[in-house]
Antibody, heavy 126, light 110 residues
Framework: QLQLQESGPGLVKPSETLSLTCTVS??????????WGWIRQPPGKGLEWIGT???????YYNPSLRSRVTISIDTSKNQFSLKLSSVTAADTAVYYC??????????????????WGRGTLVTVSS | QTVVTQEPSFSVSPGGTVTLTCGLS?????????PSWYQQTPGQAPRTLIY???IRSSGVPDRFSGSILGKKAALTITGAQADDESDYYC??????????FGGGTKLTVL
């Protein structure tokens, strides 16, 4: 079954590094048709794109988070990961992983998130 | 930095039609931004509604449609139903793997 699943600690202390992993099931993370991304949503607020990675390892980050974000990919495990350093309470959010589809079923360029994980709440608190 | 704008809130009567928009703080939205739309209810992950401006994702009812209206991307709901009450987000693709989410529109059906 095609799905994405986030995993990682639900509680992180201020100034430490948040680490999450997204496991992809039912599809190869090495496909050239997809990028893989992280999106977050603070409580009661909107969605924010964090960054995206291609199977080749090329990464693209939100400029506002670039200095603190690292996204990596492990094709052997069909997983990709997020690290966010020096976290504060403002980083408390539900973190989603998602698949960014380059092309649709008709092979047209499309660039949209076609698959989402269920999300995981990460709280930053001492 | 690019800001994608959406109406913070909107209301529609059951059976009515509503159009939500997605603009840019500077410039016009075109199909080159591959606008996509997502629906989110509280506690749930987003659901993909529309991609590439006007293509409905699998299983999305045809009362949802996407377009470009003037300088903005638009999501129109025709014949709104109670369970359409949700938050709606647009995303624009800026190229080079970069996406920008709009701030979202809270739609009330009453």
């Amino acid at each position: 079954q095609l799905q994405l699943q986030e995993s990682g600690p639900g509680l992180v202390k201020p100034s430490e590094t948040l680490s999450l992993t997204c496991t992809v099931s039912g599809a190869s993370i090495s496909s050239s048709d997809y990028y893989w991304g992280w999106i977050r949503q603070p409580p009661g607020k909107g969605l924010e794109w964090i960054g995206t990675i291609y199977y080749s390892g090329n990464t693209y980050y939100n400029p506002s988070l670039r200095s603190r974000v690292t996204i990596s990919i492990d094709t052997s495990k069909n997983q990709f990961s997020l690290k966010l350093s020096s976290v504060t309470a403002a980083d408390t959010a539900v973190y989603y992983c998602g698949r960014l589809s380059v092309r649709d079923g008709y092979n047209f360029l499309s660039w949209y998130f076609d698959l989402w994980g269920r999300g995981t709440l990460v709280t930053v608190s001492s | 930095q690019t800001v994608v704008t959406q109406e913070p809130s909107f209301s529609v009567s059951p059976g009515g039609t509503v159009t939500l928009t997605c603009g840019l703080s500077s410039g016009s939205v075109s199909t080159n931004y591959y606008p996509s739309w997502y629906q989110q209810t509280p506690g749930q992950a987003p659901r993909t509604l529309i991609y590439r401006t006007n293509i409905r994702s699998s299983g999305v009812p045809d009362r949802f449609s996407g377009s470009i209206l003037g300088k903005k991307a638009a999501l129109t709901i025709t014949g709104a139903q109670a369970d359409d009450e949700s938050d709606y987000y647009c995303v624009l693709y800026m190229g080079s793997g970069i996406c920008v989410f709009g701030g979202g529109t809270k739609l009330t059906v009453l």
